[in-house]
């Protein structure tokens, strides 16, 4: 068993309550903890969703948008209160909000630390041009775009915008650009995945909504690529993070994977001690 010591969570949704979409409620409702539903039942800020999660066993976490508005900064006032803990993540719609680009350049500016995108959500595929300028902003700028590649449960989502020979195409249009499949092609395409983050040096996994139990069945030489993949829980819409951190120091992958995967990559991608 590994001894996992700080944890870094990839993928946490922030918001207020308000602002969520029912069926990422409902879903929480069914895997989540009462602590979480407490949390939810009202508006809440950054500052008690960071006391949970560090309570949870998480060092840090990124937060990420609840919603399909054409812009979704609301990241960066809800961190502001978590003392650092909560690093926000934006998302943005282009086709709907033509100053896409000069928003996420002033939401880095104002502490944006990377860019959401959901293809299934948008019904956009990573790799139209309408979504281009702001990944020309990303690679200038250095920071991480992270690209759901995987299925998703919601109402109005559609798979064949998830499939990453689309992200491998950005990889190759913009290969200053780190870009990471959230959820590591969930459903339908984990071999897929794993082959582009082996082929492409551009592009990371990151394990979020995959339960620990199954990760050595789909990634069996997840020791091969360690230095290159993220772990997150897509909290709220999972179960106890405390409890997803015990599965993950039980799996039989090298304590040097365990540790990178859990904390170390994403340490270094964000310059953490």
Same mark, same amino acid.
């Given at each position: 068993? #590994?001894?996992?010591?700080?944890?870094?969570?990839? @993928?946490?949704?922030?918001?207020?309550?308000? *602002?969520?979409?029912?069926?990422?409620?409902?879903?929480?409702?069914e895997?989540?903890?009462?602590? =979480?539903?407490?949390?939810?039942?009202?508006?809440?800020?950054?500052?008690?969703?960071?006391?949970? +999660?560090? !309570?949870? $066993?998480?060092?840090?976490?990124?937060?990420?948008?609840?919603?399909?508005?054409?812009?979704?900064?609301?990241?960066?006032?809800?961190t502001?209160?978590?003392?650092?803990?909560?690093?926000? /993540?934006?998302?943005?719609?282009?086709?709907?909000?033509? !100053?896409?680009?000069?928003? /996420? *350049?002033?939401a880095?500016?104002? !502490?944006?630390? !990377?860019?959401k995108?959901?293809?299934?959500? %948008?019904?956009?595929?990573?790799?139209?041009?309408?979504?281009?300028?702001? %990944?020309?902003?990303?690679?200038?700028?250095?920071?991480?775009?992270?690209?759901?590649? $995987?299925?998703?449960?919601?109402?109005?989502?559609?798979?064949? /915008?998830?499939?990453p020979?689309?992200?491998?195409?950005?990889?190759?249009?913009?290969?200053?650009?780190?870009?990471?499949?959230? @959820?590591?092609?969930?459903? /339908?395409?984990?071999?897929?995945?794993?082959?582009?983050?082996?082929?492409?040096?551009?592009? &990371?996994?990151? +394990?979020?909504?995959?339960?620990?139990?199954?990760?050595?069945? &789909?990634?069996?030489?997840?020791?091969?690529?360690?230095d290159?993949?993220? &772990?997150? =829980?897509?909290?709220?819409?999972?179960?106890?993070?405390?409890?997803?951190?015990?599965?993950? #120091?039980?799996?039989?992958?090298?304590?040097?994977?365990?540790?990178?995967?859990?904390?170390?990559?994403?340490?270094?991608?964000?310059?953490?001690?």
């Amino acid at each position: 068993m #590994a001894d996992i010591e700080r944890v870094f969570d990839f @993928h946490v949704h922030v918001g207020a309550t308000s *602002e969520w979409i029912p069926e990422g409620l409902h879903l929480a409702s069914e895997l989540s903890d009462p602590k =979480t539903m407490e949390l939810l039942s009202h508006d809440v800020d950054g500052a008690r969703v960071a006391a949970y +999660l560090k !309570g949870q $066993g998480v060092t840090h976490a990124i937060a990420i948008p609840p919603g399909r508005r054409a812009v979704e900064e609301q990241t960066l006032s809800y961190t502001a209160a978590s003392d650092g803990m909560l690093l926000p /993540f934006v998302q943005y719609d282009p086709r709907a909000e033509p !100053g896409a680009r000069a928003r /996420f *350049e002033a939401a880095i500016a104002a !502490g944006a630390r !990377g860019l959401k995108v959901h293809p299934a959500t %948008y019904q956009l595929p990573p790799n139209d041009r309408a979504l281009y300028p702001l %990944y020309e902003v990303a690679e200038r700028l250095r920071v991480p775009v992270l690209v759901h590649v $995987g299925s998703s449960v919601f109402p109005g989502a559609k798979m064949r /915008f998830c499939d990453p020979l689309l992200v491998d195409e950005v990889a190759a249009d913009f290969p200053d650009l780190l870009l990471i499949c959230a @959820h590591a092609g969930r459903g /339908f395409w984990t071999s897929q995945v794993y082959s582009l983050v082996r082929m492409r040096q551009n592009v &990371w996994m990151e +394990l979020s909504g995959l339960p620990p139990k199954r990760l050595p069945e &789909w990634f069996p030489e997840l020791d091969r690529v360690r230095d290159k993949v993220v &772990w997150g =829980t897509d909290w709220p819409s999972s179960p106890p993070p405390s409890r997803l951190i015990a599965q993950m #120091a039980e799996l039989p992958y090298e304590a040097a994977t365990i540790e990178a995967v859990m904390w170390g990559n994403a340490a270094r991608l964000f310059g953490l001690a």
